[in-house]
């Protein structure tokens, strides 16, 4: 059956079974890094993208569920000449050991900025309290969505 | 004075072990008298180390494998300060049995020391070759010439040629020679820089980074489906038609009691395998012991007994009064964020496996012998997954893949895991119990130390043809292999009693080993090994005795150690707690300390940790680790102390939470909700500061700072309460208790 998606602010089509994981059509059938299987059942957080804003866990989220939705993964999110707030303050930070969770995190927090400018670290760990990593990069990564956070406003105000 | 006597207690036992001498397993014999680091010596080739091209673009091409912890970024460093090149010059190679020098496994925190001497002398060989081709090109004398920026110069200033200009006669495929001396340490301008790692941009702007992100062409998905039993049995009826006639289902692959499933889609082949399960029955083992019930049962079983370190004369000196104490460990999980996975293809005569391993030229040997291959057609390549910190269901899940590409020829065969094959199918770290006793005389002077500890084995390392048995797969297919030796590392490293010998002087001391080799299930390398429950047991210990004594920890530390260097890393640690305000810290916050070398020959770290408990619930906040650490000479320090605060905070994720539960059936523990670890809100805030040791060699970093760590936290929680916990995890409940 042919699922229309929206990705990256791409129209695809894909010739896929409605309830097919979001992850796979994003992986296997775009071929997009950005999203990562870790459990495949939500616990996690490695399959984060952004659907109308919002982080979703793709792993658990049926194609046929974000049809006219905008899907965005952290290949939409900025590239090396223009990078996203969170990914020049990542790597800035060199907030993570392995990086199999920095999707995650960052897709996570990409969200979560939207909705509070200026966060304290506190609620920053609040926010990806369900985000799991298990290198122990924690206190980098909270570190870099503060530096984030503070680049975005000096963005907006400038 | 080492004595070391061997024999069998309990019964019916068949003791299964092999020493893992170091030479012999790493196959790199250093040769007598040979200037050359080890690695070298085994791979003395230098084009096997280091390409250059006609731009001047280095090819750094080592046998360590990037497993998160940086060892691409360090070597780079290490390479281009040798060769006098830009930082971005350089490229490093993933590790290729086809290409690659056999550094055997990337383990045991020793890549910077092992691989790090071998691409310092390369470098510094091939600089000098560089030099001489430079000499004769520009016709001027070799000793007027230099290099700068990968530029050459004579006498101090630039010339117009630069490495690409002789590469062309540049002859690399002959072997070290050890002639050339490295640069002298005052003269580094890269190495000691917190370079960025060269890993990081490609994981933040996705770009291919993983073995998860290669893709190819006709690639099928498959799945196993299989109990954490590798000695499961699969009983009949096997009908399994009806799964193969679900949508996308390519193959039902089917060897003993090993079963696959192969599909055109990943989520054909999960649902498949779904399928599958509902269809299979088991004939498991019951185990013989449960969750609560491990430390009687690794007391009681059969194990194999040595003493590995005794000193003066146990039992001689006068004493007044004797402590003992009892510690304990779980099993506690690798747990990998990424679930092992593997891509496997055959063609023709070849196997070709991609694999996340961190020892390719071994696996190739075990899956060589598991499918019946001449190691000469099987070809690993390696590509990076998420952190391993061990050995966990990598190697399995490159057998599994192997076995499928066999019955598929042709076809590129992706295997993955599930979270569930993950927890289920990895060897865990091995549930440990140790005793100390120690006497002391009439003024609390420690005169008499006596340390037992139970433990499994902590290596089950496929490593080679031989020990292909280990793996998984071999014992479930129609033809097993016979399950290999079980290793037993002796001292000075340890597995089990890696740690066991305390870094004090103590004058009367005997230290027991007792190899359990008959675990109920899998047991094998988790970071630190033995190291992190003997840390945990010692510094525990002492801390009871310093209590007991009214004494500060740190002097009480201090007066029963020799080592400058350990006692560096403690007045550090002093200096840090002060200016952090640990000093006048009260109930029902505590602070805690510990200190260690790991392996008593790599890196020196104390932890002071601060914690807050409430008393009522048993509550553990984990509120500020400061951590000081001696790692010799600091190649990249930011790199480093990512990985000591790394340490800190998956130690303590153990220390507090992890345990892999043990039912009658098995494991119970299968995914993040059964086996939960620390997450953002409980992690402590960790500041390392790394001391000036630079003109020591460099010792690696990965595993020094988990031992220190559960201990300052058990020694924190007993200062916040008064109760001193010796059994890990140190859960709510456990406090609460106390
Ligand atoms: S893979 Fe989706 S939450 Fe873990
Ligand atoms: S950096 Fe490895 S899991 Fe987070």
Redesign the pocket.
């Known amino acids: 059956m042919a699922i229309k998606l929206n990705v990256n602010d791409k129209e695809v089509q894909l010739d896929i079974k409605p309830d097919t994981p979001l992850l796979y059509a994003l992986r296997n059938d775009l071929e997009l890094n950005g999203p990562k299987f870790g459990c495949g059942v939500a616990q996690c957080g490695a399959c984060a993208v952004l659907v109308d804003g919002k982080s979703v866990r793709s792993c658990v989220v049926p194609v046929n569920a974000v049809v006219g939705s905008k899907i965005v993964t952290l290949e939409g999110l900025g590239s090396p000449e223009a990078p996203h707030p969170l990914q020049a303050a990542f790597v800035k930070e060199q907030a993570?050991?392995?990086?199999?969770?920095?999707n995650g995190?960052v897709m996570t927090a990409a969200a979560f900025l939207q909705k509070n400018k200026n966060p304290t670290d506190e609620q920053i760990r609040t926010a990806l309290s369900r985000n799991?990593?298990?290198?122990?990069?924690h206190n980098r990564?909270v570190s870099a969505v503060g530096e984030a956070a503070r680049s975005y406003r000096e963005g907006e105000s400038s | 004075m080492t004595t070391r006597r061997s024999f069998l207690q309990g019964t019916g036992a068949i003791v299964l072990y092999f020493n893992m001498v170091p030479t012999s397993v790493l196959g790199q014999q250093v040769a007598a008298g040979s200037n050359l680091p080890e690695s070298l010596v085994a791979n003395p080739s230098l084009d096997t180390w280091l390409r250059i091209d006609a731009d001047g673009l280095v090819t750094l091409s080592p046998g360590k494998c990037e497993l998160?912890q940086g060892i691409q970024t360090a070597l780079a460093q290490i390479a281009a300060e040798e060769l006098d090149v830009a930082f971005d010059r350089v490229r490093v190679a993933a590790v290729d049995t086809a290409t690659s020098p056999n550094e055997a496994y990337t383990n045991g925190s020793r890549s910077v020391e092992v691989s790090g001497a071998a691409v310092r002398a390369a470098a510094a060989e091939v600089r000098d070759i560089l030099v001489g081709l430079a000499a004769d090109e520009l016709a001027v004398e070799r000793n007027k010439v230099g290099v700068a920026n990968g530029v050459f110069t004579v006498d101090g200033s630039a010339s117009k040629i630069g490495y690409g200009a002789v590469v062309a006669d540049l002859q690399l495929a002959r072997n070290a020679t050890g002639s050339a001396s490295p640069k002298s340490q005052d003269s580094y301008r890269l190495v000691g820089q917190s370079l960025q790692r060269i890993d990081i941009p490609r994981k933040v702007f996705a770009e291919s980074a993983y073995i998860q992100d290669i893709r190819m062409d006709g690639m099928l998905h498959a799945r196993v489906v299989r109990t954490g039993d590798r000695e499961a049995k699969l009983l009949p009826p096997t009908d399994f038609s009806a799964v193969s006639r679900l949508p996308g289902v390519v193959k039902i692959i089917r060897d003993g009691s090993f079963l696959a499933v192969v599909a055109e889609r990943e989520e054909q082949a999960v649902k498949a395998a779904k399928a599958l399960v509902r269809l299979c029955h088991w004939d498991t083992a019951k185990l013989p012991m449960q969750s609560p019930t491990i430390n009687e049962w690794l007391k009681k079983a059969p194990a194999d007994v040595r003493v590995v370190a005794e000193s003066g004369a146990v039992g001689s000196a006068e004493v007044a009064r004797t402590v003992s104490a009892n510690y304990s460990r779980p099993f506690q999980a690798h747990a990998s964020?990424s679930p092992s996975m593997s891509i496997a293809q055959k063609s023709g005569d070849q196997l070709t496996v991609w694999s996340h391993t961190q020892g390719a030229f071994l696996m190739r040997g075990a899956i060589a012998k598991l499918v019946g291959l001449d190691e000469e057609n099987v070809r690993l390549i390696i590509a990076e997954a998420?952190?391993c910190y061990g050995h966990n269901g990598a190697d399995d899940a490159a057998a599994d893949a192997a076995l499928i590409a066999m019955h598929m020829p042709g076809k590129p065969i992706r295997l993955q895991w599930s979270r569930a094959d993950e927890f289920l199918g990895e060897p865990y770290g091995s549930a440990m119990t140790t005793r100390i006793s120690a006497g002391l005389d009439a003024n609390g002077q420690i005169v008499d130390w006596q340390y037992d500890v139970w433990s499994g084995t902590h290596s089950i390392r496929p490593a080679g043809a031989k020990r292909a048995g280990h793996l998984f797969a071999a014992r479930q297919i129609a033809q097993p292999l016979p399950a290999a030796p079980v290793g037993n590392i002796p001292q000075p490293r340890g597995g089990g009693d890696r740690n066991a010998v305390p870094l004090y002087a103590f004058a009367n001391q005997r230290i027991t080993k007792r190899l359990i080799p008959d675990m109920p299930v899998r047991v094998s390398a988790l970071r630190g090994l033995g190291a992190y429950m003997n840390v945990f047991a010692i510094e525990s210990f002492m801390d009871e005795l310093a209590h007991a004594q009214g004494e500060d920890p740190i002097s009480f530390r201090i007066r029963y150690l020799a080592d400058k260097r350990a006692i560096g890393v403690l007045e550090k640690l002093r200096e840090q707690m002060a200016a952090a305000g640990f000093d006048a810290v009260v109930a029902p916050a505590g602070v805690g300390i510990a200190m260690a070398r790991y392996k008593n020959s790599g890196a020196y770290c104390a932890v002071a940790m601060r914690v807050v408990v409430d008393t009522e619930t048993g509550q553990l906040k984990l509120d500020r680790a400061l951590c000081a650490a001696d790692i010799g000479l600091v190649v990249n320090p930011d790199g480093a102390i990512n990985q000591i605060e790394?340490g800190v905070i998956q130690s303590a994720s153990w220390t507090v939470k992890e345990q892999v539960r043990l039912g009658l059936n098995g494991v119970t523990s299968t995914d993040w909700a059964s086996y939960p670890i620390l997450t953002f809100p409980e992690v402590p805030l960790v500041e390392v500061a790394l001391v000036d040791q630079s003109n020591e060699p460099s010792l690696g970093s990965g595993e020094a700072s988990q031992g220190p760590t559960a201990a300052a936290i058990a020694n924190a929680v007993a200062n916040a309460t008064g109760k001193r916990i010796r059994d890990l995890p140190l859960t709510a409940a456990r406090i609460k208790k106390s």
């Open positions: 993570m050991q392995c990086g199999y969770c920095a995190m799991l990593c298990r290198c122990g990069a990564i | 998160g964020m998420a952190g790394g």
